[in-house]
């Protein structure tokens, strides 16, 4: 007697197709649903209010693009702001779960096309706002809780498969993990650097200001920092201490709020954390609130005799694919050696979070093969002071420049020039030392992903430590 074709076959994966397709109470997706889609509506409302759309798009004379990007370019003035208005809608779209499909997609291309206009404008939880829209896009989160399944009453699920919640928790974990592996540096740990700096300038602070001027203060805050990062992941997977994780997480991003100007940060994060309760937490709060029993979840069917879906086996390759890329991608930064925070090969999309303090300036020289004269030419001929101020740091972005330099002088003299460059840096407090070869071609130099070899080597002088004041009086 033969074995019917769709009837789910034996062995392991069977099994893990019981693990990934085991239903589980749609209640908690949904509400990470609406949580996001408000994040984004709030987000672009707020580029809308305080003329952050004028300011990072429109008036910007020359746009530092990324790498293999050069062909994007932004809209017109009123083009940009109706993206804006157009992602306000659309995020508030995918929270109510209103053509939800179609809404997340919508908002993973508007959103990433933003970002991708300039990499001045690179924040990391810009990033994994991208990656959260891509990994929504295929998760059926419109089926419970959503003006969706009110409209089209077939699309009604009161579960959701378990994988949706496992991918969310692993991007989520990867951010957490990554962020506490880039503070095991001599700076962070043993000169708590940057954080003395960045304390020492908010002594003004009330109650606590006299304090963030001393040094262990600093090193506490470090040492803190890095051990969060490294374990609140394992906290929040286990029951028993979940609850105290999360204020523990709230405490955290509500701290580096308040000290720090990161904007959507610590409240993306709070959100983000969501992920790794119990798929029945918005039922059980509701309950908690209104003093009663919570609403019983709702019954969960076993998949074990289930035909396997279509192609199962190959989506379940896929997501390994995607989840060893966001394992080995941020490590990529070890295969340049050196010090990632000087040479910044590797720097971004890999959560390397607030762990410097950068300062320097950028002179360019150019000089005519011909005649031989050179001329300086100052960035604020491009770019404007928020452009510059993040630029003068990154050698990739100093590179990008020296280009367009090039180009602009061979277009009205007819000739390539050589583009030099002065580069002091300071990083974390050490005394200022030239970040680029100051004797090197920009000009005839390629970007990419091979190491640079005009990256001058990382300075090897120890960071300050500033001493508060409050002992020092005369």
């Known amino acids: 007697m033969t074995e019917r074709a769709d009837a789910a076959p034996p062995g392991r994966l069977a099994r893990l197709a019981s693990l990934l397709l085991r239903p589980e109470d749609a209640a908690a997706l949904a509400a990470f649903r609406f949580c996001f889609g408000l994040l984004g509506c709030v987000s672009a409302l707020r580029f809308l209010a305080y003329g952050w759309v004028d300011e990072f798009f429109v008036k910007p004379r ?26 306000a809608v659309i995020s508030a779209c995918v929270a109510v779960g209103f053509l939800y499909r179609a809404a997340i997609i919508l908002f993973l291309l508007g959103f990433t096309y933003v970002q991708l206009l300039d990499v001045t404008n690179y924040l990391n939880h810009y990033y994994l706002v991208s990656l959260l829209a891509l990994l929504l896009s295929f998760m059926p989160l419109h089926r419970a809780h959503s003006v ?18 496992y991918l969310l928790r692993f991007q989520v974990g990867a951010v957490y993990f990554f962020a506490g592996l880039a503070k095991v540096n001599s700076d962070w740990l043993l000169h708590a650097q940057p954080l003395n700096i960045w304390l020492s300038s ?3 602070l009330p109650i606590v200001g006299p304090l963030l001027g001393e040094r262990w203060v600093a090193f506490a805050m470090s ?3 890095c051990l969060f990062d490294l374990t609140v992941v394992a906290f929040l997977l286990m029951p028993r201490t979940r609850v105290a994780a999360y204020a523990v997480v709230l405490l955290f991003h509500a701290a580096t709020k308040l000290l720090f100007p990161i904007g959507m940060f610590p409240v993306i994060m709070v959100v983000a954390a969501l992920v790794f309760f119990s798929p029945s937490w918005p039922r059980n709060l509701v309950a908690f609130f209104r003093r009663r029993a919570p ?18 086996g190959a989506r379940v390759a896929l997501v390994a694919c995607y989840c060893a890329f966001h394992l080995l991608w941020p490590l990529r930064t070890h295969l340049y050696g050196g010090n990632v925070l ?14 410097r303090e950068k300062n320097g300036s950028v002179t360019y020289l150019v000089t005519d093969p011909r005649t031989g004269r050179t001329q300086e ?8 002071n928020r452009q510059e101020r993040d630029f003068s740091t990154q050698p990739d972005l100093i590179l990008r420049l020296a280009h367009q330099i090039a180009r602009d002088f061979e277009a009205r003299e ?20 030239l970040l680029l070869d100051p004797t090197i071609d920009l000009a005839s130099m390629s970007d990419g992903l091979a190491k640079a070899t005009w990256i001058r080597p990382v300075p090897q002088a120890p960071p300050i430590h500033l001493e508060s004041l409050a002992w020092h009086r005369p």
């Open 148 to 165: 969706d399944a009110w409209l089209f009453p077939k699309l009604h699920r009161a579960t959701l498969p378990a994988w949706c919640t």
């Open 62 to 87: 020359f746009f530092l693009s990324y790498w293999g990007f050069d062909w994007l370019a932004p809209l017109s003035a009123r083009g940009m702001h109706a993206l804006f208005v157009a992602l």
């Open 414 to 433: 007819g000739v390539r020039p050589v583009v030099r460059a002065h580069t002091p840096v300071s990083l974390n407090g050490r005394p200022a030392e």
């Open 202 to 204: 908010r002594t003004y």
């Open 342 to 355: 000087w040479h910044e090969q590797g720097i971004r999309f890999s959560w390397r979070v607030m762990l």
């Open 295 to 312: 609403a019983p979840a709702p019954a969960l069917p076993a998949p074990a005799d289930a035909p396997l879906p279509r192609l199962f």
């Open 377 to 384: 030419v100052p960035p604020r001929k491009y770019l404007n």
């Open 223 to 225: 040492w803190a920092g």
